[in-house]
């Protein structure tokens, strides 16, 4: 009997194909960046000479989107005095966490820092088993696996087809589809199930964060940075958002933050306007963490936002995997 031809065209299995090839080459390369530089990360922490070091320099550094901590230090070695800006991962959208880290180096204080003994200019600041030396390495190693796994079903789908369209018979072609159904649903599944466990994860800070009590921020300056946005013709144009800087007393302290405003606009001169009405030294209300009084947000930020997206997005994505999975055909009972 001639094989049973129930694949689709070749050219489908051709760009599953290429399609593992692409996403399990980058979930490849990623995977391996990830490990040569936890495997640098290692040889830091484990051969590079530690010093208690004075911090001469101190201070948040924003640029785009983004916080940076800009932390300067020196220390002695046999004949000469070292100055130099150690090496972190402490950047982030998140300007409360930036201020912290920037508050734990105040200028004159001394902090640990490994150094490379042949070159000491090259340093890294707080070198341990924390965030700020390896999780890097670890997004990396996440991030491939990711793809990996997205190569390897397209792969997998690839080969499925090419056997479904050599099957000596239905039974057999109706067999091997319904695997590769599953293998989709499976896949699917597990990302549907993945962004559920986020959404409940995230719940319940954010929860928490709507009662955390609210003080008068007074507006220290206001600036803009820009996002990049899908437009009608799907190329991307240049989203002008507003962004305030504030400053806020809690439990007899002074503290600082910086919040994005939600109308960001593709016109540059509207957000200028929006921000030309908000002048330093006015009045903002600001919702503050008491366990953490660094961690802040506008008050009237929608804290339930980003839980409800995931878990909305997984329920639907779960769903789709049930279809998947109810889509895969029946193999039929032997004659």
């Known amino acids: 009997m001639?094989?049973?031809?129930?694949?689709?065209?070749?050219?489908?299995?051709?760009?599953?194909?290429?399609?593992?090839?692409?996403?399990?080459?980058?979930?490849f390369g990623m995977f391996i960046l990830g490990l040569g530089l936890g495997a640098d990360r290692l040889v830091v922490f484990h051969t590079w000479p530690e010093v208690e070091a004075r911090v001469i320099e101190s201070r948040v550094v924003t640029k785009g989107s983004q916080h940076s901590a800009y932390?300067?230090?020196?220390?002695?070695?046999?004949?000469?005095?070292?100055?130099t800006r150690p090496a972190s991962d402490y950047r982030s959208g998140d300007y409360g966490w930036i201020a912290e880290t920037v508050d734990r180096f105040p200028v004159g204080s001394t902090a640990p820092v490994r150094y490379n003994p042949r070159d000491p200019q090259k340093a890294r600041v707080e070198v341990g088993f924390n965030f700020n030396t390896l999780g890097t390495p670890l997004l990396l190693l996440g991030v491939g696996l990711v793809f990996w796994g997205v190569g390897v079903l397209a792969a997998r789908s690839a080969r499925l087809a090419g056997a479904e369209a050599s099957a000596r018979n239905r039974a057999e072609a109706a067999r091997l589809a319904r695997n590769q159904y599953r293998g989709v649903a499976g896949f699917v599944g597990v990302i549907g199930l993945a962004s559920l466990g986020a959404g409940v994860a995230l719940l319940r800070p954010a929860l928490a964060e709507r009662e955390w009590p609210v003080v008068t921020a007074r507006v220290e300056r206001t600036d803009i940075f820009t996002r990049s946005a899908a437009a009608k013709k799907h190329s991307p144009t240049a989203l002008y958002v507003g962004r305030v800087f504030v400053a806020y007393e809690f439990g007899g302290k002074s503290y600082q933050t910086a919040y994005p405003l939600r109308n960001a606009s593709s016109d540059r001169a509207k957000t200028e306007r929006m921000l030309a009405a908000i002048r330093p030294g006015d009045p903002r209300a600001v919702r503050v963490n008491p366990a953490n009084p660094y961690q802040a947000e506008a008050a009237d930020s929608w804290p339930l936002v980003l839980p409800g997206v995931f878990l909305f997005t997984g329920l639907v994505i779960t769903g789709v995997a049930g279809l998947v999975l109810r889509s895969a055909p029946k193999v039929p009972a032997a004659a």
Do not use: Q
Not at 72 to 83: I, N, S, T, Y
């Open 2 to 27: 001639p094989p049973v031809n129930t694949a689709g065209p070749p050219g489908n299995r051709g760009a599953s194909r290429w399609a593992g090839l692409v996403f399990g080459g980058l979930g």
């Open 71 to 83: 932390i300067r230090v020196e220390f002695d070695l046999p004949g000469r005095k070292v100055a």
